[in-house]
């Protein structure tokens, strides 16, 4: 199967390299040409060529750019495919996606995807094998998705080891708001308050421990990038940073006035995490 992966960065360039290890020829299009040589140089993809020419030959497409691009670029991409060829797009967001592909005539081409993995890193560099495996895959809009479609996207996502779920694109958005782009965000602001506060920087690498690299891990992400996922999630991230903003003035506000216990009960009620994502593991377990 020839499967033509638009975007080579660390999302687009994994999913290349998953697909060439299973043994499909992968063809790459990107609009770096910095990006374009080092996908061949790191034997990411087979070939890199224009978007059209990828489109013309490719069985399956995946559209792997920043989701502010992706709700331009989608349908023009789908007025160029054949009826037997299918689209699928990785966008952390969904809704807006969706929406501009309603009432498109090849719209049961296109499958609406988001594989939950990553890393800080970003670039056909940072691409590596495994990235999904065992890693979830959300779906959304597939009552409206042709079964055909639908089934030769999973062939690829079953092959990277992914699980795949199905949910409403606004869902979709509203949860990630919360699970994944207030992380970001709470990452990017914790670098901020920890760089105004501490202006000598050899310090910070002095005394940083495993906890602060892992909760600041986030902030060394692609701003251009999760600036446009915030950009098109703003409405649900907005809401879901209005409560963690009273949270942290909760906190705030118990330290101000010394007291200890409401202190180990407000933890205590936040230790509830490890009970929500125990459910998760065993979900995983069964699902698998």
């Given at each position: 199967m020839n499967i033509g992966i638009i975007g080579l960065g660390l999302i687009g360039?994994?999913?290349?390299?998953?697909?060439?290890?299973?043994?499909?020829?992968?063809?790459?299009?990107?609009?770096?040409?910095?990006?374009k040589d080092q996908a061949i140089d790191f034997e990411v993809v087979d070939e890199v060529m224009s978007v059209e020419e990828l489109i013309a030959i490719s069985d399956v497409i995946g559209l792997c750019i920043p989701v502010d691009l992706i709700a331009d670029k989608l349908p023009l991409v789908l007025d160029m495919i054949k009826w037997n060829q299918v689209v699928f797009d990785v966008g952390s967001t969904k809704r807006a996606i969706c929406k501009a592909v309603n009432g498109h005539e090849k719209r049961g081409r296109f499958v609406a995807a988001h594989p939950?993995?990553?890393?800080?890193?970003?670039?056909?560099?940072?691409?590596?094998?495994?990235?999904?495996?065992?890693?979830?895959?959300?779906?959304?809009?597939?009552?409206?998705?042709?079964?055909?479609?639908?089934?030769?996207?999973?062939?690829?996502?079953?092959?990277?080891?992914?699980?795949?779920?199905?949910?409403?694109?606004q869902d979709h958005d509203k949860h990630m708001a919360y699970v994944s782009h207030l992380s970001h965000i709470s990452a990017f602001t914790l670098s901020l308050t920890v760089l105004d506060i501490e202006?000598?920087?050899?310090?910070?690498?002095?005394?940083?421990?495993?906890?602060?690299?892992?909760?600041?891990?986030?902030?060394?992400?692609?701003?251009?990038?999760?600036?446009?996922?915030?950009?098109?999630?703003?409405?649900?991230?907005?809401?879901a940073l209005g409560s963690y903003i009273e949270h942290l003035s909760e906190f705030k506000r118990i330290l101000d006035e010394g007291d200890k216990e409401k202190s180990i009960a407000l933890m205590e009620r936040a230790n509830e995490i490890k009970r929500v994502l125990n459910g998760m593991s065993l979900n995983a377990i069964k699902l698998s």
């Amino acid at each position: 199967m020839n499967i033509g992966i638009i975007g080579l960065g660390l999302i687009g360039g994994s999913i290349a390299k998953e697909c060439r290890k299973a043994g499909h020829r992968v063809i790459g299009a990107d609009a770096s040409e910095k990006h374009k040589d080092q996908a061949i140089d790191f034997e990411v993809v087979d070939e890199v060529m224009s978007v059209e020419e990828l489109i013309a030959i490719s069985d399956v497409i995946g559209l792997c750019i920043p989701v502010d691009l992706i709700a331009d670029k989608l349908p023009l991409v789908l007025d160029m495919i054949k009826w037997n060829q299918v689209v699928f797009d990785v966008g952390s967001t969904k809704r807006a996606i969706c929406k501009a592909v309603n009432g498109h005539e090849k719209r049961g081409r296109f499958v609406a995807a988001h594989p939950l993995a990553g890393t800080e890193y970003s670039g056909p560099t940072a691409a590596i094998f495994d990235l999904y495996r065992g890693k979830k895959n959300i779906i959304c809009e597939e009552d409206i998705t042709d079964d055909d479609a639908l089934r030769k996207a999973l062939e690829i996502f079953n092959l990277m080891g992914m699980q795949s779920l199905f949910m409403k694109a606004q869902d979709h958005d509203k949860h990630m708001a919360y699970v994944s782009h207030l992380s970001h965000i709470s990452a990017f602001t914790l670098s901020l308050t920890v760089l105004d506060i501490e202006e000598d920087e050899k310090q910070i690498f002095n005394l940083a421990s495993t906890g602060f690299e892992s909760t600041v891990r986030l902030a060394k992400s692609n701003p251009k990038t999760w600036s446009s996922i915030f950009d098109k999630n703003s409405e649900y991230l907005s809401t879901a940073l209005g409560s963690y903003i009273e949270h942290l003035s909760e906190f705030k506000r118990i330290l101000d006035e010394g007291d200890k216990e409401k202190s180990i009960a407000l933890m205590e009620r936040a230790n509830e995490i490890k009970r929500v994502l125990n459910g998760m593991s065993l979900n995983a377990i069964k699902l698998s």
